[in-house]
């Protein structure tokens, strides 16, 4: 018997059984899970259908480009999700832990927006700029946000109006990416929309290789987003905190 919410799994076959709890947040319930005696994760959310396509579309899209993602695995009638569940290939691997790691990290991010540019914008989400006229979008409300840090964050998103926009990984933290000797992979993609390609770009020892005008454009407007999108906890205060006053 399938705890609520899981018997979605029955969609995969009758070969699938649920192994141990993964992190995955607190939007989502994710497990590893075996399908015909393979490894794979499973992620069981209250995501909308439109928003389930526009994911599995990337992650499939960016995986027969070559990128390694945690691609989608097909339902037996082909489905790439049902009932809110996804069902996604298994990546190994640790995170980013010298400068060199963190500048595979950056050639990745890059190969991801030069393969988007154009794309669609997630179902119901906004990109930064969209918010320098815009009060929502999916998990902002920039009315809960004090006025004077909604200025401060419309301040740091409006120097990057006008440039063009492509996917962005959302939140490219170390448990975020999965590496080994010869490739990255990047999970997780809850945060993936469409914006800027600086937004994933202010990491860890300036690994872009961005210069000092480029970066902190960059953590500027990073951190004016990760403020905006998690309001009002104790993260999204201290990165409130690093927003320069307008």
């Known amino acids: 018997m399938w705890p609520v919410g899981w018997e979605a799994l029955r969609h995969w076959g009758d070969d699938v059984t649920r192994v141990e709890p993964l992190t995955g947040g607190v939007a989502n319930d994710v497990w590893s899970v075996r399908v015909d005696g393979r490894l794979a994760v499973a992620r069981l959310g209250r995501r909308s259908d439109a928003d389930l396509a526009w994911e599995t579309a990337l992650l499939r899209h960016l ?34 832990g010298t400068p060199a790691d963190w500048r595979r990290v950056a050639g990745t991010l890059r ?11 997630r179902p119901g989400w906004r990109s930064s700029t969209d918010l320098l006229h815009a009060e929502t979008g999916t998990k902002v409300d920039l009315g809960a946000m004090p006025p004077e840090g909604v200025a401060r964050c419309r301040a740091a998103w409006a120097r990057l109006a006008g440039r063009p926009t492509c996917v962005v990984h959302g939140d490219p933290n170390p448990g975020n990416v999965r590496m080994t000797a010869d490739r990255v992979a990047l999970i997780d993609w809850d945060e993936a929309h ?43 205060v201290r990165r409130l905190a690093e927003v320069r006053a307008v």
């Open 63 to 96: 995986d027969q480009a070559g990128l390694t993602v945690p691609a989608p695995i097909p339902a037996v009638d082909g489905r790439l999700f049902a009932d809110g569940l996804v069902v996604m290939t298994y990546l190994e691997g640790g995170p980013p």
């Open 111 to 121: 190969e991801l927006h030069r393969l988007t540019r154009g794309w669609p914008q």
């Open 194 to 236: 469409v914006d800027v390609p600086d937004l994933d770009l202010a990491l860890p020892d300036n690994a872009a290789g961005l210069d000092d005008r480029a970066y902190d454009v960059a953590a500027q407007a990073s951190a004016a987003w990760e403020a905006a999108v998690c309001w009002d906890d104790d993260y999204s």
